[in-house]
Each structure stands twice: as C-alpha cells, then as structure tokens.
C-alpha cells in the first residue's frame, strides 16, 4: 500500500481485542499510513486527533442508548454491537469518501466476519485479523469444515482429539466455547463462522509469530495468505526499557502504576508471583477464596489483580492478614510488572495477549484457565512450548488451594520451569513503540473494562 494511504482499523469492543489492533495501528502509522481506529463504545463522542497526526480514533455506538440497562448476556451484546456496526460504518466510508479522505482498506476482527462483505461492497480491500493464534484458529477451522467433531462434554471425557500439526488433545483442551455451545449460541456460531469466508480475504494478519507456530504456520500460508504481525507488545519492554516517566504513563482506569512499582522495587528478583486473569473473566466466589487461601500459603509474596467487584469476595481480613506478602490491586501495569527484575512467575488465566506478554517478556507461567481461546492455550504454554505449567482441576473445573501451591511451589521454587525462560521473540522483535499518543477516558469500551493498552498507546 502506497504512503499516505487511509486505512480504518476496526477491533471488537473488548481489551483483549482493543489492546493489539490499536498497536498495530501504531505500526502502520510508522510506515506513513493514515489510520482510521474505529472504537465501538458506550459513549461515542465526535471524532478526534491523537497526538499522531496520522491516527484518528472515531468512535461510535454500540447500539445502546444512553443510559439504557445493559444486560450482561453477551449474546445479546453482540448482536446489537453488529446491527450498530452495520448501520454505522457504511456511513462512515461515505462521509470519508467526500471528504477527499478515501480508505483503501479495512483491517477488521476476526469475530466479525461480515465486514468484509462491507468492505468489499464500498470497494475498499479487507484484512482479518485474528487476536487468537492460528492453534486456536486452526482448531475453528476445522469444526467449520466438519472435519472435526467435538466430544459433547468437557468434563469426564477420555476421548483424544487428533488435529494435523497437533498433540492429541483432550476434551478440557478444546476452546470452551466448542464445549459450552449450549451457553453461549451466538459465541459459537461467531467463533465458527470466523473462517467462513478466509478464502475471499485479501490478506490474513496474526497477532502471532512465525517461531511460535512453525509447524501448524506451513500448512496455514499454503492455503491463505497470512502475515503474522505479532507479538504486539510494544519493542520497549521487549528490550526492557521501563518507561523513563516517573508516572509510567498515561493510565485510563486508574491502574496504581507507582503503588505497584514501589511496592516491587522493594522486592528481590524473582521473587514475586504475578497473579492476574485479564479484563474479563470473573471468578466465582469459592474459587476466588480458594485461590486466596492457596497463595497465602504459597508463602511467596504476590501481586494479584483482583477485578472490581471481585473484592468484595475475599475473605474478611484478608488484606490485613497477608500483610507485606501481598499487594492487590483492581488493575496493573501489566507490562511494566512483567518486565519487573522482582517478577519470578506469572498466574494467568492465559488470554492470548498475557500468554504472548509472558512469553514475550521471558516470565515462566502457571496457566489457570477460564474460557474461550484459554485452555488451547494454556496447553501449548505446558507441553508444546515449555514455558510454564498448567494447574489441575477437578472434574468440575475447581482448582483446590493445595493445587495452587504445588504448581506456585514448582515454578518458584523447583526445576520444572526455568527460573527465567529465554525471551521467544528475540528474533521477531518487531517496533511497536515509535508513536505515543493517548486516548481520553470518554472512551468506554465492553465491561466498562479497563483498557491497558491506552496507557502506552
Ligand atoms: C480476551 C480473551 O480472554 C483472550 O483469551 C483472547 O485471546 C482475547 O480476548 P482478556 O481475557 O482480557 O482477553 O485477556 P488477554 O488477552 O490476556 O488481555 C488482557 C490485556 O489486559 C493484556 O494485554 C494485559 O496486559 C492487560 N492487563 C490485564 C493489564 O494491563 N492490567 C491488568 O491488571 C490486567
């Protein structure tokens, strides 16, 4: 694409989506591009200029009104976030197209398969992207082409699935969504129908890299054509550079991003346990105790963010009974944390863009999975790329306080794990740093999650 050209940038409203799309924005800004970053949002205000010249964000709504009860059914939410889209953006397009400032492309997320069908229809070239890596996709993939067919409970299940490129996999390794389809019908068809039309895609981007998924990548750019343009952390914290400002930046949600420096300044290396489960999942109250009971008798200190509402679960006096070990707070700096000397383990649920942040920053992880994308994840973190291990549930998916021990025990302390893994990307590093600009706190995205990424955006 030539210099100068215009391209709209358009993720899923949710920060697992929000967080790499916008780097890449950043990216193609530095190649000269002009980038339109389309947010979805609970308050869209005009649009506006980043400190970028070259980036400008719009946003626009998510299909509810102003102060309209938001159910939390996620079904729900996305087919309003379509049916908004789709009355949306075609207007956009035009609007642009007489403003002299024509797009030539669209880059949308792969959960949202019908804009290309938009893009093409307003003549302009469409680029999927996925957030999920390719052993995710692939898996989607082959459900879609009915060359696969999903044990019906995820739980109990002895039966090995056999994929090309694949370990076997068990039934509790599969996306959750494949095994949960009662729940979540609009999700399932979503993440199904995501390759529905690859094949008429203009080109396939990745927020992976080639190193990580060599074997299954020969087979996925024989058939598409597929750019992998992860890892999306910016190269900053690859080289681990901190941020020189003493206030580390512009942070959205309020993280307490010097409480949590200064409280890891005082810490020996590799002496912290880095609990965190992303910007959605949701413990349920006796898994939240147990997990609190299970790092208390770790004995290792640990930062944990603890989302929200969530507080309110721990046990009474808990904060005051850990003491010094423990430092909880409702968001972090996550990338700054895990480029902390201090940091000796990462307990992830293993979102996609944690598991490439650990593996990125070099940090062993215990993988405690939820949903989603997740426990494919966590699978290949434990036994395809060695990087961590994965706790044990029991058959209804309840991981007990001892589990958590042993496995915080074993990375801490043991053999198992590398007590420092070797950065995976060495190699790749790809510059994801070279425009700062910020965004407001206007912008409200799914959950009224926090959204990391605007801090270093
Ligand atoms: C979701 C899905 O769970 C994930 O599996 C999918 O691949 C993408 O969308 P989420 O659950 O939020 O995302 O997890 P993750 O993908 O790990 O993204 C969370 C982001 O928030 C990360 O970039 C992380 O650095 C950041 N974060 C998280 C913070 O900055 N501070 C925190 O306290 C917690």
Known sequence: MKEGSHVIVLPFPAQGHITPMSQFCKRLASKGLKLTLVLVSDNPSPPYKTEHDSIAVVPISNGFEEGEERSQDLDDYMERVEASIKNSLPKLIEDMKLSGNPPRALVYDSTMPWLLDVAHTYGLSGAVFFTQPWIVSAIYYHVFKGSFSVPSTKYGHSTLASLPSFPMLNANDLPSFLCE????????????????????????????????????????????????????VPSMYLDKRLPEDKNYGFSLFGAKVAECMEWLNLKQPSSVVYVSFGSLVVLKEDQLIELAAGLKQSG???????????????????????????????????????????????????????????????VPMIGMPHWADQPTNAKFMEDVWKVGVRVKANGDGFVRRGEIVRRVGEV??????????????????RKYDVVSTKIPKSIVVFNRTPCPSFSDF
């Open 181 to 232: 389809s009662s729940s979540y019908p609009y999700i399932l068809r979503t993440v199904i129908d995501q390759l529905s039309n690859i094949d008429r895609v203009d080109i396939v981007l990745c927020n992976t890299f080639d190193k990580l998924e060599e074997k299954l990548l020969k087979w996925v750019q024989s058939v598409w054509p597929v750019l992998n343009i992860g890892p999306t």
């Open 412 to 429: 801490m302390e043991g053999e198992k794990v590398p007590k420092r893994i070797v950065s995976f990307v060495k190699m790749t590093v």
């Open 300 to 362: 290792h200190f640990f930062l944990w963010v603890v989302r929200g509402g969530e507080k309110n679960k721990l046990p009474e006096n808990y904060i005051e009974e850990i003491g010094e070990k423990g430092l909880i707070v409702s968001w972090s700096p996550q990338l700054e944390v895990l480029t902390h000397k201090s940091i000796g383990c990462f307990l992830t649920h293993c979102g996609w863009n944690s598991t490439l942040e650990g593996l990125s920053l070099g």
